[in-house]
């Protein structure tokens, strides 16, 4: 069975400091990725995609960025926060050529 | 572009009576997937409900939903509300494309409470 792990489960950080959250997926090979954000009272957005290791496209712009540096391995990272980072970050992953997407537990993130 | 609407923010319900979420969408792709994602609190959203075929009625744990392309609904539904069923939950659409982004919209989000 596939498991999907995130980490930290959450985070409080300062305005200006960097983040890097991880997402890891177990038991399935070259899977489709995913890192989507819901600010606070907001929409569940995509923010990046990977098909592939090594190549990440960008979905919104956020002043984040995202790497893909193994096949089961997604980083989501930003070397300055902005208040309106904060909120909840969703990792998942898909099949190739598959409609359903299975999601991690989440990160919390407080940027004060 | 795609989007999703779920009206209704929270919905509170005694436990015993019947169910019903509402989502809407907008999308130009006729292959397009509709979701139902439930979210209990600490656990990861995990799919409930998923159909791309008009007017075909899908079920999973009790919980159905029919997607309906002439008014471009897939309102969720339950004869009887649990207390187990209080959650959030999301409805969302796929614009149905292989290979690339798969991409999900997701409406707002319903809180579903059920009280004894």
């Known amino acids: 069975a596939q498991t999907i792990h995130q980490w930290p489960v959450a985070e409080i950080k300062a305005v200006g400091s960097p983040l890097s959250l991880g997402c890891t997926i177990k038991?399935?090979?070259?899977?489709?990725l995913y890192w989507y954000w819901q600010a606070t009272g907001g929409t569940l957005q995509q923010l990046f995609y990977?098909?592939?290791?090594?190549?990440v496209e960008s979905v919104v712009q956020l002043n984040l960025s995202a790497s893909r540096p193994k096949d089961d391995q997604f980083i989501l990272s930003t070397e300055k926060l902005l208040l309106s980072h904060s909120g909840f970050y969703l990792c998942a992953w898909s099949g190739v050529n598959q409609d359903t997407q299975y999601f991690g537990p989440g990160t919390r993130l407080l940027v004060l | 572009g795609d989007s999703v609407t779920q009206k209704e923010g929270l919905v509170t319900l005694t436990e015993g009576l019947p169910v019903m979420l509402n989502c809407t969408y907008q999308t130009i792709y006729s292959n397009a997937f509709l979701f139902w994602y439930v979210h209990y609190l600490n656990e990861s959203p995990r799919l409930l409900l998923k159909?791309?075929?008009?007017?075909k009625r899908t079920e999973h744990q009790g919980f159905h939903a029919t997607l309906h392309k002439s008014s471009s609904s897939f309102h969720l539904q339950k004869s009887s509300a649990q207390l187990s069923d209080s959650a959030l939950y999301y409805c969302a659409l796929s614009d149905g494309a292989t290979g690339g982004n798969n991409k999900l919209t997701f409406g707002q989000g319903t809180v579903l409470s059920v009280i004894p």
């Open positions: 159909s791309s075929t008009d007017n």
């Open positions: 038991g399935k090979s070259s899977p489709n």
């Open positions: 990977s098909i592939t290791v090594g190549q």
